[in-house]
């Protein structure tokens, strides 16, 4: 009996082999699959609790609230009545600081006034002791 050592050329190299061995990896991945399987599910075991429904409320406007608004002129308005000045504000504002609890003032500024012109009304509010101002804005659509 005789055995065959070695190629029958007589070169004596094996050829090289190309080809990637996806074995191992396979294997990995399979084990990966069954311990996440196995572990998904007791992280996502949580204690049952009913969450409150409530819808967020964009404005809600007390009667105490001091409404201003601010037009692209600079004109002031206290609630729908124009105000001479400055002075005028302030001696309202220092009117309605002193009520307890203290109202807030919401102040709507037009989109084309100056900074300036909303600037004074927050500056006088701070002068008379105003603790919360506001700013009114229309909140985007939806889409």
């Not at 065959?4 to 990896?25: H, K, Q, R, W």
């Not at 294997?27 to 429904?53: A, G, R, S």
């Not at 409320?57 to 001479?84: M, N, P, R």
């Amino acid at each position: 009996m005789a055995m065959a050592m070695g190629s029958p050329d007589g070169g004596g190299e094996d050829e090289v082999n190309s080809t990637i061995n996806t074995t191992p990896l396979v294997d990995v991945m399979l084990v990966l699959l069954i311990i996440f399987l196995i572990t998904v599910p007791v992280v996502t075991h949580t204690v049952k609790v009913e969450l409150p429904k409530e819808r967020n409320q964009i404005f809600k406007t007390h009667i105490e609230d001091v409404d201003l608004s601010v037009t692209k002129d600079g004109d002031v308005y206290w609630g729908q009545k124009k105000l001479a000045d400055n002075n005028d504000l302030l001696d309202r504002l220092k009117a309605v600081s002193v009520l307890t609890p203290q109202p807030e003032v919401h102040i709507r500024g037009d989109q084309n006034a100056r900074y300036e012109f909303v600037g004074r009304v927050i500056l006088t509010a701070q002068r008379a002791g105003i603790a919360k101002v506001g700013f009114v804005v229309t909140p985007p659509p939806k889409n």
